[in-house]
């Protein structure tokens, strides 16, 4: 079902993406960001995907159940999607930043956006983790249900998002135009949202890893 990209990078991040810093072990799935040099950069990460091996229609309900690393420089996503026909639109079920939680406010980010370029827009709801279950860094459950006119998610059977064809005001013309959605799963080190690495960072253990248990989806019988 996945996809692993290897020897390339992302747009507005810091690290290379190798597929040897993908691995599962005892059924769990594990990017591990590392500060080495590799290509023209100082850090290498991982990336799987789905194109071209399963998608979701329209509607649809995805769960996840991860762990994020929150050392600055880190910005995990445990689970986001985009059209797989290409067209513009990005959900993203969660994104979180160690330099949140270097500011002492660890968040969990939810995210919906318009095309790339100079017109983007977006639309966040964000929720702290102290107003959540359990510890940041701890093991969390990533839930996102998308049905005609409407998207909700939530944390630990928490509701800490919803976006509808009344907000933004722009959602109908990416969200309620048909489309297929392909899911991605990456660890991303650097960018302009949280900031390189310091000397704070601790590169050891699971401190710079990203671990998912499971990943399920449901779609609507036909």
């Known amino acids: 079902m996945w996809n692993i990209k290897n020897d390339t990078y992302a747009s507005n991040e810091d690290s290379y993406l190798r597929a040897q810093n993908v691995s599962v072990n005892n059924s769990i799935l594990r990017i591990q960001a590392k500060k080495e040099t590799y290509r023209t950069r100082n850090f290498t ?43 513009a639109g990005e959900i993203d079920l969660v994104e979180t930043l160690g330099s949140d939680a270097k500011a002492g406010r660890a968040a969990a980010h939810h995210t919906i956006h318009t095309e790339y370029g100079s017109t983007h827009k977006q639309s966040v709801r964000s929720k702290k983790f102290s107003e959540l279950p359990g510890e940041a860094t701890g093991w969390h459950t990533y839930t996102i249900e998308k049905t005609p006119g409407k998207i909700v998610m939530w944390v630990d059977c928490v509701k ?45 253990g699971d401190k710079t890893a990203m671990q998912l248990d499971y990943l399920k989806t449901w779609v609507p019988q036909s």
């Open 160 to 204: 800490t998002a919803e976006f509808t064809n009344a907000n933004p005001t722009w959602y109908n013309a990416y969200y309620d135009v048909g489309d297929r959605w392909n899911l991605r799963i990456n660890l991303q080190v650097g960018g302009t949202w949280g900031g390189l690495p310091d000397a704070s960072t601790d590169w050891s």
């Open 45 to 87: 990460s991982g990336y799987v995907e789905s194109i071209g091996k399963y998608s979701l229609p329209s509607t649809f309900r995805a769960e996840v159940r991860a762990k994020v690393p929150l050392e600055q420089g880190m910005w995990a996503a445990p689970l986001w999607f985009r059209p797989t026909d290409g067209q």
